[in-house]
């Protein structure tokens, strides 16, 4: 039988931890990260956790390198310091983007991270919002992935949602439309996009579907630079959209994200706080932020108590 529940959090996104804590009523236990001058790293355990159920709370955001070691380091320390069961918790799943190998010589990034979070310690892993669902098998344990599909429906039936068409950023995203489509009862539209290279260049050639007088919102899991987004935007508008607005998981926002959104002929970016955006917020008027935290902390509960977690995933489609 599994001891007590226990929430650990690395250095990444304490107060996401905090956040998750307080819907839980339970203590953040708390660990000691020391950073050498010759870069190596010591994490170190404060409390007991001897026999304990424990959740290990790491998003993937700058530095990455450093908060990934953080994470095998501390998974590998609850398991020397005899944990009962150790789920990782990593609401933005590290290299997600690299799963799989279309170009020769290359590394599956994503695989590599799996591995290495199992090798250090993990026997269970709660995700979200992963950028293919066939991630998942990558891992030999078992991972339940969440889906912040009702999250943002809740917020946007606050809207007037009557002259509104739902938008796919590109192809990839049609199927995992659906969910939306299905719960806001909105049309579909999809942009097909072509990117150059290995840049984070991407040019939108083609719209299926009419847009002309109506209020785009956009879907997508993850914005990076911002440029494939900003474009889509910018495309949609050329088109005849009235206003354009963008729902996304997870906000990267790397280098010069900020200032093309500022730019661009998007009127609202809507995301969920899986990584922190520390000032980005007063840097960009245009973002909201909605807490996945609730449903985390739904989430953990459910898995320490035995419960199933897919009826926190609404209904299917």
């Excluded at 929430?7 to 020391?34: N, P, Q, R, W, Y």
């Excluded at 993937?60 to 789920?87: F, K, M």
């Excluded at 840097?283 to 739904?298: N, Q, R």
């Excluded at 953990?300 to 977690?309: A, F």
Aim: hydrophobic share 45%; charged share 20%.
């Amino acid at each position: 039988m599994l001891g007590a529940l226990k929430i650990l959090s690395g250095s990444s996104h304490v107060e996401f931890a905090k956040e998750i804590c307080d819907h839980m009523a339970v203590e953040l236990s708390e660990i000691e990260t020391v950073h050498f001058s010759n870069q190596n790293m010591l994490v170190r355990i404060l409390d007991n956790v001897r026999e304990a159920d424990i959740f290990v709370i790491q998003t993937s955001c700058p530095p990455v390198s450093d908060h990934i070691i953080e994470t095998c380091l501390l998974l590998d320390a609850l398991r020397h310091s005899s944990a009962a069961r150790i789920t990782a918790v990593l609401p933005y799943f590290p290299y997600v983007r690299s799963d799989k190998k279309d170009q020769p010589r290359i590394s599956i990034a994503a695989k590599l991270m799996a591995s290495m979070f199992q090798t250090a310690g993990a026997d269970k892993f709660l995700l979200m919002e992963l950028h293919s669902h066939q991630i998942q098998g990558f891992f030999n344990v078992a991972v339940d992935q969440l889906l912040a599909v009702d999250v943002f429906c809740n917020y946007l039936k606050k809207k007037d949602l009557s002259n509104y068409i739902i938008v796919a950023a590109d192809v990839g995203e049609a199927k995992h439309l659906g969910r939306y489509a299905n719960r806001l009862n909105l049309p579909m539209a999809i942009i097909d996009k072509r990117r150059i290279g290995n840049t984070d260049t991407v040019v939108p050639t083609h719209l299926i579907g009419d847009v002309t007088g109506k209020h785009c919102l956009l879907i997508d899991d993850e914005i990076a630079s911002g440029g494939t987004l900003c474009k889509a935007a910018d495309f949609l508008k050329e088109n005849g959209a009235e206003s354009v607005r963008a729902a996304v998981v997870h906000p990267v926002l790397s280098g010069t994200a900020i200032d093309k959104i500022n730019a661009s002929s998007l009127d609202e970016l809507i995301v969920t706080n899986t990584i922190p955006l520390g000032n980005k917020l007063s840097l960009c008027k245009k973002l909201t932020v909605l807490s996945v935290a609730p449903l985390f902390a739904k989430a953990i509960q459910r898995i320490h108590n035995g419960d199933s977690v897919s009826v926190l995933f609404g209904p299917s489609g």
